[in-house]
C-alpha cells in the first residue's frame, strides 16, 4: 500500500514539470498533502489521540487545504496570469526530471548498502521532491512558484523524516510544523505587499538592489 | 524549563504593546528587555556561580550568549528616541518583532540540542524579516523577501541535514550535542559527512558564507541602523554556533580533518568574495555587510585551526560584533546627516559633527584589526596558527586580502570624513553614547577572554 503511494507521489513529480497551469501545481499539492497523510498513518505502529491529531493538523488541515487555499487567493487576489512561465521549455523540465529521479535513486541504493534500515524507494523519492523542489525555484521567473518549489521541497523533507521511522524525535515534527505554517504565512503576506509596490510579481522585477 | 523564561518577558510586553499602542512605552519595554539580557549574562560570567551548571550550560552559550546581551543592551539605548517617526502601531509591531527576534536568538544561543537550535534560527528569519522590510519602501521589501526566501531554503536543507544526523546514529538517535559527543562508536561516518556538508550549507547561508551570501548586503543594508547592527553582530553568531558545534562532533568521530578543510576553504572563499565587492560598491552599509562576510570568513578559518586560533576565534567573534554594532549604528548617524548611502555623495563628516566623524574613523581603525582593537590580536594569532601548521598558501593569501579590505573601507572612511562643511549639526546623546561604550568594550575583549579557560 505505502508502495503505491509512494509511486503516486513520484507520479506527481512528474507531472509538476509538464503541467502549464498554476492551478494544477496547486492539486499536486494538495495530492502530495493527502499522501503524507497517508504514509504517516501507515508507518506509525500505535497512535494515540494526540498524535493522531498533530499529524492531521499538519498534513491535511496545512499542507493539503488551508496553504493551497492561500496560494490560490493570492492568484486571484493579485491578478497574476493562470500560466506558469517557466524560463525552460517542458521537454526540457521532463528530461530534468527523470535525471533527478536517476540520481536520487542511484543516490538511495548506493548509500542503502550501508544503513540496512532505510527503503531506497522511500529515500529516492523523497530525495527527488527535495530536488524537484529546488529546480522549480532555479527554472522559473514567478515568486508564487517559487513558493510552490518551495513547498514541493518541504513535502519531500517531511517525506524524508518519515523514513526515520517512528523513533522521530518530537522537535522534528515541531520543526516542520512551525517552518510551514509561518514560512507561507509571511511569504503570502509578502507577496501580497510585493505586488503592491511592484509591477509584476516576479523575480526580473527584484532587481533594484545589486552591486 | 530555560526556553519558557526567555519568552515569559516578551510575550507578556508584547501583549502590553499591543493592547497599549503607545510609542515611548514601546521603546521602554525594548530597553528593559535588554537591560534583562544584561543583567542575565553579567550574572552567567560572574566567577563560581552555580547559575550557569544549574541550567546545564558551556562556556560557548555564555560568550554567545554575552555577546548579543551587549550589543542588544547598546541597541536599545540607541533606538529609545530615533524611532520617533513611526506611527503608534508601528512601533508596536517594531517592538513585538524586536523582542521576539532577540528571544529566539537567546533560544539558539542557551539550546544545546540542535533541533531546538534549528527551530529558533528558523524563527529568527521570520521575526528579523518583518524587522528588514520595516520601512516598506520598494528596496526594503525586495531586500526582506530575498532574506526570506533564501535563508528558509537554506535552514530547509540545514533541517535535512539534521535527519541525516539522526541517520547516523544506528542506536536510540538523540539530538542533544553532550549525548552525541559520548557516542561516537555508534555512529555511521558515511552519514555523518553528508549531514555535516548539508548543515555547512544550511547554517552557512545563514552566516553568509560565501558563495552563499547573496541576501546579506541587501538585508544588511536596507534594515533599520540598530536592525543591522543586531543582524550583523548577533544573528551571524547565532547561526555560526551549531556549525561549531558540528565540528566538534566531527572531530570526536576523527572527521575533523575534512571538516577543517571545508571550514578553511569556505573562509577563504568568503575573504576573497568580500575583498572583490568592498573595491567596486559605493554604498557604505553594503560595504559594511561585506566586511561581515570576511570576518565570518576569518572566524571559519580559525575554528578549522583549532586549539589556540579557536581560542582566537571565539575573541574574534565578540570583537567584531562589539566593533561592527558600533560601526553600523554610527552608519546610522551618517545617513541621517547626509541622507545618502554612497559615500561619494558624503563629505565632511568630521566637520559637520566632529564626535561621528571620529567615531566612523575609530570604527575604521578597529574594524582593520589596528591595536587596541582585539581584532589586531585574533588575526595576529589566527596567522601564527596558520604559519604553524604549514598552511603558507593560505597565509600569503590571508594577509594579501586583509590589506585589499583594509585599503578598500578606508577609501571610504576618509572619503567620508575629511572635507568641509559650512554648517553644523548637533546630535543627542543616545546617538553616540552606544558606539563608544562598544568600542571600549570590545578593547577590553581579549582581558575578559581569560574567562575562557
Known amino acids: 500500500m505505502s508502495d503505491i503511494l509512494l509511486v503516486v507521489f513520484g507520479l506527481s513529480l512528474l507531472f509538476a514539470s509538464i503541467t502549464n497551469m498554476l492551478s494544477s501545481i496547486v492539486r499536486i499539492l494538495i495530492v502530495q498533502g493527502l499522501i503524507l497523510f497517508m504514509l504517516t498513518i501507515l508507518k506509525t505502529n500505535e497512535i494515540n489521540m494526540w498524535e493522531f491529531a498533530f499529524i492531521a493538523l499538519e498534513t491535511i488541515v496545512f499542507k493539503a487545504v488551508l496553504i493551497p487555499w492561500f496560494i490560490l487567493d493570492t492568484i486571484q487576489k493579485n491578478g497574476i496570469k493562470r500560466e506558469v512561465e517557466p524560463s525552460v521549455s517542458n521537454f526540457f523540465s521532463l528530461g530534468s526530471m527523470t535525471a533527478i529521479f536517476a540520481f536520487a535513486f542511484f543516490i538511495a541504493l548506493w548509500s542503502g548498502k550501508s544503513s540496512p534500515n532505510l527503503y531506497p524507494l522511500h529515500f529516492g523519492i523523497a530525495f527527488a521532491a527535495i530536488l524537484k523542489g529546488l529546480f522549480i525555484i532555479i527554472a522559473n521567473k514567478k515568486l508564487i512558484t517559487h513558493l510552490m518549489g518551495y513547498l514541493i521541497m518541504e513535502n519531500g523533507i517531511f517525506l524524508f523524516s518519515l523514513a526515520l521511522g517512528s523513533d522521530m524525535p518530537h522537535v522534528v515534527s515541531l520543526g516542520v510544523s512551525l517552518d510551514i505554517m509561518l514560512s507561507i504565512l509571511i511569504a503570502v503576506l509578502f507577496i501580497n505587499r510585493i505586488q503592491n509596490s511592484f509591477e509584476d510579481v516576479d523575480s526580473d522585477e527584484l532587481s533594484t538592489l545589486k552591486d | ?453
Not at chain 2, 100 to 113: E, H, I, K
Not at chain 2, 210 to 234: C, I, K, M, T, Y
Not at chain 2, 394 to 421: E, K, P
Request: net charge positive.
Open chain 2, 1 to 453: 524549563m530555560i526556553y519558557l523564561y526567555i519568552w515569559l518577558f516578551p510575550v507578556l510586553a508584547g501583549i502590553l504593546a499591543w493592547a497599549l499602542k503607545n510609542t515611548k512605552l514601546n521603546a521602554l519595554l525594548v530597553f528593559l528587555h535588554s537591560m534583562l539580557h544584561l543583567v542575565v549574562a553579567l550574572a552567567f560570567i560572574l566567577p563560581d556561580n552555580a547559575f550557569v551548571a544549574a541550567l546545564g550550560l558551556d562556556t560557548l552559550n555564555v560568550w554567545f550568549f554575552l555577546i548579543s546581551a551587549i550589543l542588544y543592551f547598546a541597541v536599545g539605548l540607541y533606538s529609545l528616541q530615533s524611532n520617533t517617526k513611526l506611527t503608534t502601531r508601528q512601533s508596536s509591531i517594531y517592538a513585538i518583532c524586536m523582542m521576539a527576534f532577540v528571544a529566539s536568538m537567546d533560544g539558539a544561543n542557551l539550546s544545546r540540542d540542535l533541533g531546538l537550535i534549528w527551530v529558533f534560527v528558523e524563527s529568527t528569519t521570520l521575526a528579523s524579516a518583518m524587522l528588514i522590510s520595516f520601512e516598506h519602501h520598494k528596496q526594503s521589501l525586495e531586500a526582506a523577501w530575498k532574506y526570506l526566501f533564501i535563508c528558509s531554503i537554506g535552514i530547509a536543507l540545514a533541517f535535512v541535514g539534521i535527519l541525516l544526523l539522526l541517520i547516523a546514529q544506528t542506536s536510540t538517535p538523540s539530538l542533544m550535542i553532550d549525548k552525541i559527543m559520548t557516542m561516537s562508536s555508534h555512529i555511521s561516518p558515511f552519514w555523518l559527512k553528508i549531514s555535516f556538508v548539508f548543515m555547512l550549507i544550511g547554517f552557512g547561508t545563514k552566516v553568509g558564507l560565501a558563495p552563499l551570501h547573496f541576501w546579506l548586503p541587501d538585508a544588511h543594508s536596507e534594515a533599520p541602523a540598530a536592525v543591522s547592527a543586531l543582524l550583523s553582530g548577533a544573528l551571524l553568531n547565532t547561526a555560526l554556533l551549531p556549525l561549531i558545534r558540528m565540528l566538534g562532533i566531527m572531530r570526536v568521530n576523527n572527521l575533523g580533518y575534512l571538516a577543517s578543510q571545508l571550514f578553511m576553504v569556505m573562509g577563504l572563499l568568503s575573504m576573497f568574495v568580500a575583498a572583490v565587492f568592498i573595491l567596486k560598491i559605493k554604498n557604505y552599509k553594503r560595504m559594511l555587510a561585506y566586511s561581515s562576510i570576511e570576518n565570518m570568513g576569518i572566524i571559519l578559518i580559525a575554528f578549522a585551526l583549532g586549539d589556540l586560533a579557536g581560542k582566537a576565534g571565539l575573541m574574534h567573534v565578540m570583537g567584531h560584533s562589539l566593533i561592527k554594532a558600533a560601526f553600523f549604528l554610527t552608519a546610522g548617524n551618517v545617513y541621517n546627516l547626509f541622507g545618502q548611502k554612497d559615500y561619494d555623495k558624503c563629505t565632511g563628516l568630521l566637520a559637520l559633527n566632529p564626535i561621528s566623524g571620529w567615531l566612523w574613523l575609530l570604527c575604521f581603525m578597529a574594524i582593520i584589526g589596528m591595536p587596541p582593537s582585539p581584532l589586531f590580536i585574533s588575526e595576529f594569532y589566527i596567522a601564527f596558527a596558520l604559519l604553524g601548521s604549514g598552511n603558507i598558501f593560505v597565509l600569503v593569501l590571508y594577509f594579501i586580502l586583509l590589506a585589499t579590505i583594509a585599503y578598500g573601507l578606508g577609501r571610504t572612511a576618509l572619503a567620508i570624513t575629511m572635507g568641509t562643511s559650512d554648517t553644523k549639526v548637533k546630535l543627542s546623546a543616545r546617538q553616540y553614547l552606544p558606539q563608544i561604550a562598544l568600542l571600549l568594550c570590545a578593547v577590553m575583549v581579549p582581558l575578559i577572554t581569560q574567562y575562557l579557560s
